[in-house]
Every structure is written in structure tokens, then in C-alpha cells.
């Protein structure tokens, strides 16, 4: 074999040499930063899920401290009727307070005296819902009434 055919087979095996290892170093590089790229993601993910189970852990207390504050309204200082004229309905609205009926009930007070009042409690930032907005809307335009139903049992 002549010197120059076993230049051109060593040129050619250092030119494939070079090309394996260059695209060896290429296909790394692309793969680090592939593999930060996955690792900045899990991470933000992580933080995402961190601040979404506190955000649903807030909601939640605020919820439920909401239910408490609806049933324990009656017994605060700023509830201004007896707990024994309001009554608990919780959907669409909270209480039924019947004002001045117990005192009307114990012969203290007068027919005339008594008011009805319904009430919704709220907590916190919470407002009204549009079906209470509606409701509050139909008494503020006197669309509120009183019936007697009779229900006829066959013996």
C-alpha cells in the first residue's frame, strides 16, 4: 500500500473521528440544556402546585369560617335581634328574623311591633350572590307576601 492511499484512509478515519466526537459534544449540549430546560419546568411546576394547595387551603378556611360566623351569628354582639325571633333557612338566604314576635308571644309586646327581616351573613370580602341580590331587590320593590297553604288529609 502506497503512503499516500493510507494518508487518504487516515484523513478519512480522522475525518469520521472528528465528526463522532463533534456531534457526541453537540448532542451533550443539547441535552443539558434540554435536561435544565425539564428541570426549570418541574420546578416552576412545583412552586405552581405550592402556591395553588395554599390558595385552596385559604379558601377553604375562609369557607368554613363563613359557615361558623352564619350559624353563630345570632349569639355575636353586632346580631341587634333575640336569637329566639330568627330562624335558620342557610339557602338562598341565612335567617328569617321575626322581630319583636317573642316579645309579642310573651304577652310583652304588640302585633304591630313585629317585623320581618330577611337577612343574609356575610364574612370576610364575600358579597352577595346574584339569586340574594334578586331577592333583596323583589322586598326593597314590596314584592313579598304572606298565604296559608291547607292541606286536606282523606281519613
Known amino acids: 500500500m502506497s503512503i499516500w492511499m493510507a494518508m487518504l484512509i487516515g484523513g478519512c478515519m480522522g475525518v469520521v473521528l472528528t465528526t463522532l466526537i463533534l456531534t457526541q459534544t453537540r448532542n451533550g449540549r443539547i441535552k443539558a440544556e434540554y435536561e435544565q430546560y425539564i428541570t426549570e419546568l418541574a420546578r416552576e411546576h412545583e412552586l405552581a402546585l405550592i402556591a395553588a394547595k395554599k390558595r385552596s387551603v385559604n379558601t377553604s378556611r375562609a369557607v368554613l369560617k363563613g359557615k361558623m360566623a352564619e350559624q353563630m351569628a345570632p349569639i355575636m354582639p353586632q346580631f341587634q335581634y333575640l ?5 335558620f333557612l342557610g339557602d ?11 316579645h309579642f308571644r310573651d304577652g310583652e309586646g304588640r302585633a304591630e311591633d313585629i317585623e320581618v327581616v ?5 364574612s370576610g370580602g364575600a358579597r352577595l350572590t346574584k339569586g340574594q341580590q334578586a331577592i333583596a331587590q323583589a322586598v326593597a320593590e314590596g314584592r313579598v307576601r304572606f298565604e296559608t297553604l291547607r292541606i286536606q288529609f282523606d281519613d
Open 83 to 87: 336569637p329566639s325571633d330568627a330562624k
Open 92 to 102: 338562598p338566604i341565612d335567617y328569617v328574623v321575626f322581630n319583636g314576635y317573642s
Open 118 to 122: 330577611l337577612m343574609d351573613i356575610k
